[in-house]
């Protein structure tokens, strides 16, 4: 199966130290509403796309708390397809066949009401230890495609769902899934504060990872999921901090620079930061240990927002050196500096795709701030969404669906759209307020 993939003020006259600190509250202050679509032709994708149908059973038990779990690990699979956008998980009350029945499955009745593939398995609890069988048929083909056997403590069931989810996703669309990624985020818990959360891909489990009542913002994970670097100013100043992935003991780069924004290398050895060099804000190369660093741009305007190219030789940044925000690229050295975007009068927080094919920014429409992506030369720009004020784009770690914040009416919320413009929702658990989502890796 193939798939294709508000604040409009100008910025007053102002210090690059003041609009640093100002940077870290929102990044780039929007300017006057500007027609994006002043040069050249905007594509807005029309979201209709016909979704692969199928039938997943509950997973037959040899007890009564098997059974229970084995229907939740069913609704758990059901739900992690549907968040994808591309599978229509089947209403199990149409469903024909016994679920004991695993094998000489009757491919002519699951035919009948639609499906296309087909999950059955089975659960068996033995003193808190659960193995689960897991089989995959090929309705169309008449044949079982995947087999696969998990363990592990009943507690970690719904890990388990997730990795059977992965295999159906990774056998029908070719690509790895999603659904055992993470989303970081800033959320305000309490009034004037604001720290980082963390919630799996689809929201649930939100975890509050900073509790030091300061503003804390711009989360990024490392490709391998095992560290978070954001911006704080537990200080007084915008500062950068390091957390493991036991998301315990957070410590400070270079404590008495300003510096924000940050940025992994794919093999996490380096980050691209912004920060303050003579009282303007450049574009630097960190060691992650924050002992030495390297100057990349020497400019007079404003450069800011570093992110990585997947295989770590360019670096996209914004800088409003043309007259307004734009998106440009250099090598990872610092060489070869260039515009990229040219559409629109503002242009901000560009994430290149995990597969490289592609580029997510915000750009301002009529006064707000939209979602679009570009190859990597800058051509092609397409517009994925066209309401509420969206920004901090990021990509999932398979390159097919993007997350960012969203203002829609009076509510900040975080939200997830297929990198097609298709299948556009709100991640209800994460908090109010929640800004500048930043999705993780395949975590272990």
Not at 225 to 233: A, D, E, K, N
Request: with cysteine.
């Amino acid at each position: 199966m193939t798939h294709t993939g508000r604040r409009p003020s100008v910025p007053s006259p102002c210090t690059h130290v003041a609009f640093a600190l100002a940077v870290l509250l929102s990044c780039f202050l929007p300017g006057l509403p500007i027609d994006a679509h002043a040069q050249g032709r905007t594509l807005v994708v029309t979201p209709f796309e016909r979704k692969f149908k199928i039938a997943i059973q509950p997973l037959v038990g040899d007890t009564a708390d098997a059974m229970a779990l084995g229907k939740q690990i069913a609704d758990v699979v059901s739900r992690d397809l549907d968040f994808t956008g591309i599978f229509q998980p089947l209403n199990p009350a149409s469903f024909l066949e016994d679920p004991r029945q695993v094998e000489n499955v009757d491919f002519q009745t699951w035919r009948s009401i639609g499906a296309e593939a087909l999950v059955k398995g089975s659960v068996v609890d033995t003193d808190g230890r659960i193995a689960v069988e897991a089989r995959i048929f090929d309705v169309y083909k008449g044949q079982r495609v995947v087999g696969k056997r998990y363990s592990g403590d009943a507690r970690d069931w719904r890990q388990i769902a997730h990795k059977l989810a992965n295999e159906i996703f990774k056998y029908f669309t070719g690509d790895d899934g999603v659904f055992d990624s993470q989303i970081a985020f800033a959320g305000k818990p309490t009034r004037g504060a604001k720290e980082i959360f963390v919630a799996d891909f689809d929201g649930s489990n939100v975890t509050q990872v900073t509790r030091n009542a300061s503003i804390n913002n711009f989360p990024k994970w490392s490709r391998d999921g095992s560290r978070l670097c954001f911006t704080s100013f537990k200080r007084g100043h915008p500062t950068l901090y390091l957390i493991g992935r036991g998301m315990r003991g957070a410590r400070a780069l270079r404590p008495s620079s300003v510096i924000y924004q940050g940025s992994w290398s794919p093999k996490g050895d380096l980050l691209a930061v912004a920060g303050l060099v003579g009282g303007n804000s450049e574009i630097l190369l960190l060691s992650s240990g924050g002992l030495s660093f390297t100057r990349l741009t020497s400019h007079p305007a404003i450069d800011t927002a570093p992110t990585w190219s997947p295989d770590g030789s360019k670096i996209l940044f914004v800088s409003d050196r043309s007259g307004s925000p734009q998106i440009y690229v250099m090598n990872a050295d610092g060489s070869g500096q260039h515009r990229l975007s040219f559409q629109g009068s503002y242009n901000v927080h560009p994430v290149w795709s995990p597969k490289g094919d592609r580029i997510v920014y915000a750009g301002m429409v009529g006064g707000r701030f939209d979602i679009f992506t570009m190859k990597p030369d800058g051509s092609n720009v397409v517009q994925l969404t066209s309401s509420g004020n969206n920004e901090y784009p990021s990509w999932a770690p398979n390159g097919r669906q993007i997350t960012f914040q969203s203002g829609r009416g009076a509510r900040t919320g975080i939200y997830v759209i297929n990198a097609n413009g298709t299948n556009l929702r709100r991640i209800a658990s994460a908090p109010e307020g929640a800004t500048a989502p930043d999705w993780s890796g395949h975590i272990p």
